[in-house]
């Protein structure tokens, strides 16, 4: 039988949608939703799993899965053996340590002694390890923010994407002790032919991600600074230059890297160029 990649996916949460939108940008169909606990790919050899976004890591591990797409505060704490294989992108969110907002904070020596509450007993306790703090970890599983509140802990330690919870329960945001985004995460001994649909699996999602990070531009410039945009604009190779039916004239064609936009534009109008047009890429392979 020929070799099928397993990818377990989170059924419906904060991963669900952009995992799903990410393998419809590779260009990967398969059904999902209603119900649904697995579906097979029809135009790739793979087939989809909807779970729990906690039991994942452990289903890579034991091999019921070859892949999925979790948090890596997730994964982290699973303390599973787990290939992170690639960073996504999406989900970005913060661990911290958030305690009543009346209360004063001079740094992270004031929870020497004290109560945490945390769904993260492990990387909450790596961190203080790193700290040289000694505070007791109390695990709790949900609703962590309503710890302080009913007198259970006098800190807690909670993922944070906007900080509107924490203010809604009275606490604040005092220190950021982990960065998290979905990772792509494998078992780490894949077989070669599972391996080989990993890699081809791999090359269409940075195809994907380069495209999102880079946009098409096009432009009309005198031929006299060419030379001036060609170097603010210098594409994958080099940017395409045709002439224009008006003497003197030429367009150019170029790649341009999202974070350079802005800070190049302003350059490339005073140089003289004019009609600017800014097209985004659907996917790029260098
Ligand atoms: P499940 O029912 O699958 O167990 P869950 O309630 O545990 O889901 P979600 O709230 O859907 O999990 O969050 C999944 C992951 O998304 C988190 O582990 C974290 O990595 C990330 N995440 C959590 N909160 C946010 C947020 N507010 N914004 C972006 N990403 C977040
Ligand atoms: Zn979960």
Not at 188 to 202: G, I, M, Y
């Amino acid at each position: 039988m020929s070799s099928i990649l397993r990818i377990a996916l989170q059924k419906s949460g904060r991963l669900s949608e952009d995992s799903y939108q990410l393998f419809k940008e590779c260009g990967i169909r398969f059904d999902y939703g209603t119900g649904k606990l697995k579906s097979v790919s029809s135009n790739f050899p793979a087939e989809f799993l909807f779970l729990r976004d906690d039991d994942i890591p452990g289903y890579v591990e034991d091999g019921v899965a070859d892949l999925g797409i979790v948090g890596e505060n997730v994964a982290v704490e699973s303390a599973r053996t787990i290939d992170t294989v690639h960073r996504l992108g999406f989900s970005k969110c913060r661990l911290s340590l958030a305690i009543p907002r009346g209360n004063e904070w001079n740094g992270i020596q004031d929870l020497s002694g004290k109560n945490i509450a945390t769904s993260y007993p492990l990387i909450l306790g790596n961190y203080l390890r790193e700290q040289n703090i000694s505070a007791d970890i109390h695990v709790i599983s949900g609703s962590v923010e309503i710890a302080p509140g009913i007198g259970l802990a006098e800190a807690i330690c909670d993922i944070v994407s906007s900080g509107s919870t924490l203010l809604s329960n009275g606490l604040k945001e005092v220190e950021v002790i982990f960065r998290s985004e979905a990772i792509l995460i494998a078992r780490s001994t894949l077989e070669t032919e599972k391996q080989s649909l990993l890699d081809k699996l791999l090359f269409r999602i940075k195809a994907v991600q380069a495209a999102k990070n880079n946009k098409y531009i096009v432009l009309n410039a005198p031929n006299v600074a060419l030379d001036q945009i060609k170097s603010l604009l210098p594409g994958m190779k080099s940017p395409t230059v045709t002439p224009l039916a008006t003497e003197g004239w030429s367009s150019v064609h170029s790649v341009i890297n999202e974070n350079d936009f802005w800070e190049n534009i302003e350059a490339i109008r005073s140089a003289g160029a004019q009609g600017i047009l800014v097209i985004p890429i659907e996917k790029m392979i260098y």
